[in-house]
């Protein structure tokens, strides 16, 4: 098995993808909404990336956050609310919020499981800071690393409830960042000790079954490497002060703070610690440059993908009308609009 998650390019496989991901065996699959047109049609691709190895359960990957970041929109899908909306009930509520995180995440859950998505890059474990760029900005889950842990708990929660998977994201922390990611690599220079308010989320959910690195240089720990392709960040960060023993992602190897070719990216990704590689852009060359360089996934990845995988095993408490009738409920009991 390929140690990569890869995109597709469009509605439903290409002659090309099916024979490439057939021979390449990816550990998995990220959609787009260039993916995603209808229920009918976004089931028929799940299906055909099922059964192209025939597992009984296969990564197949979304950024479903809400908000901003949504890539199945309505009116065909339903429209759900970004990160700052749970916050802001918090700084009122924070039973409610909590309530109305998991309730929302499990109502979201339940969309993508119908579709057969089997993981989304949610929550965000990112502390929002002041004077840092909008990238993260509503986004976030607040600005207090407790309040953030306790909601993100919530929604690892409901969405494993729907059938979801769940990864926490931006790890050691992207909430300091005063730049795009996406677009250049960021530079964070606070200190040791002032970074400990950006893992202490991480550190609270160290058990969650999926992570991904974010694309920032942290100078107080490795002034030469972002995270994603930092030794030190990640075994010593990530693995030992925040204690995370799930499945480590990269984020996307194509963003621009990265430099030289993909799959050289790719490769220093694996070196520096990541478990898998996300490739993101269908690109037909970088996707077979990864598969030619990245070496087979070792048993110890193995091991933390197939639990990642079996994490979700919870029931669903409700239809999604009354799950999202029980947030807009609390939301409205607190006076905060949705």
């Not at 993916?35 to 190895?53: D, P, V």
């Not at 990864?167 to 690599?185: I, N, Q």
């Not at 530079?187 to 609270?204: K, Q, Y």
């Not at 610690?273 to 990864?290: Q, S, T, Y």
Request: charged share 25%.
């Amino acid at each position: 098995m390929t140690p990569a998650i890869f995109g597709i390019s469009g509605l439903s496989l290409t002659a090309d993808e099916r024979a490439f991901f057939g021979d390449a065996d990816p550990a998995g699959y990220i959609l787009f909404g260039r993916n995603c047109e209808s229920r009918e049609q976004l089931r028929g691709l799940t299906a055909e990336l099922c059964a192209i190895h025939g597992r009984e359960q296969t990564f197949i990957s979304i950024d479903q956050e809400g908000g901003r970041v949504s890539r199945m929109k309505p009116p065909e899908w339903t429209a759900f609310p970004p990160g700052d909306l749970f916050a802001r009930l918090w700084d009122i509520a924070p039973a409610s919020a909590i309530e109305a995180a998991g309730a929302n995440a499990e109502a979201l859950g339940l969309d993508l499981a119908e579709v057969g998505i089997t993981v989304d890059y949610l929550p965000l474990l990112d502390v929002r800071q002041p004077g840092a760029h909008d990238v993260i900005g509503d986004r976030a889950l607040g600005n207090e690393p407790m309040q953030v842990a306790a909601l993100g708990r919530a929604v690892l929660e409901g969405l494993a409830r729907a059938g979801v998977t769940g990864c926490v994201k931006h790890m050691p922390g992207h909430g300091r960042a005063t730049a795009d990611s996406h677009k250049e690599l960021p530079r964070v220079d606070a200190s040791e000790d002032e970074l400990e308010v950006d893992i202490e989320p991480f550190r609270t959910l160290a058990d969650a079954p999926i992570g991904m690195t974010s694309h920032v240089l942290y100078t107080a720990w490795d002034a030469d490497n972002p995270a994603t392709l930092s030794r030190r960040v990640i075994g010593e960060v990530i693995r030992k002060r925040i204690g995370f023993t799930g499945l480590l992602l990269s984020d996307d190897i194509d963003m621009e703070a990265l430099e030289g070719p993909v799959p050289e990216r790719g490769v220093k990704a694996l070196a520096a610690g990541c478990d898998l590689v996300l490739n993101c852009w269908a690109r037909m060359d970088d996707m077979v440059g990864l598969t030619e360089r990245l070496p087979p996934m070792t048993d110890e990845v193995r091991e933390r993908f197939e639990r990642a995988l079996t994490y979700a095993g919870g029931e669903a408490s409700a239809e999604r009308s009354e799950l999202i009738a029980r947030r807009d409920a609390l939301l409205e009991a607190a006076g905060v609009p949705a």
